[in-house]
């Protein structure tokens, strides 16, 4: 089975940018829909961004649509989430998923996750 590694989060200031990696082991990655999500303080974990196999189709939540970028680098076994224009409501754990079939905003979906890396946005 896979296993997924994020890295790149930490604190930022308001309208600043991170990239997320997620990198894979074990497994390549060209063999999964991938996805980011998020889980705030108290708050259940939300979807943020996905993207299929090959890197062709792309979904977002609302609240992100035109900050965030996901991409993937199948040579690299990474997929990355650029995030842009940050707000003090990103702030969360954000993990990256893996899913064997199907690829959209359901956590059901994914069958595998990452440890999770943290994202602070200072006001």
């Known amino acids: 089975q896979v296993q997924l590694q994020e890295s790149g989060g930490g604190l930022v200031q308001a309208g600043g940018s991170l990239r997320l990696s997620c990198a894979a082991s074990?497994?390549?990655?060209?063999?999964?829909?991938m996805g980011w999500f998020r889980q705030a303080p108290g708050k259940e974990r939300e979807f943020v961004a996905a993207?299929?196999?090959?890197?062709?189709?792309?979904y977002y939540a609302d609240s992100v649509k035109g900050r965030f970028t996901i991409y993937r680098d199948n040579g690299k076994n990474t997929v990355y989430l650029q995030m842009n224009s940050l707000k003090p409501e990103d702030t969360a754990v954000y993990y990256c998923?893996?899913?064997?079939?199907?690829?959209?905003?359901?956590?059901?979906?994914?069958?595998?996750w990452g440890q999770g890396t943290q994202v602070t946005v200072s006001s």
């Open positions: 998923a893996a899913a064997t079939t199907g690829t959209g905003a359901s956590i059901t979906m994914y069958d595998y």
């Open positions: 074990r497994r390549t990655l060209s063999s999964y829909n």
């Open positions: 993207i299929s196999w090959g890197g062709g189709r792309w």
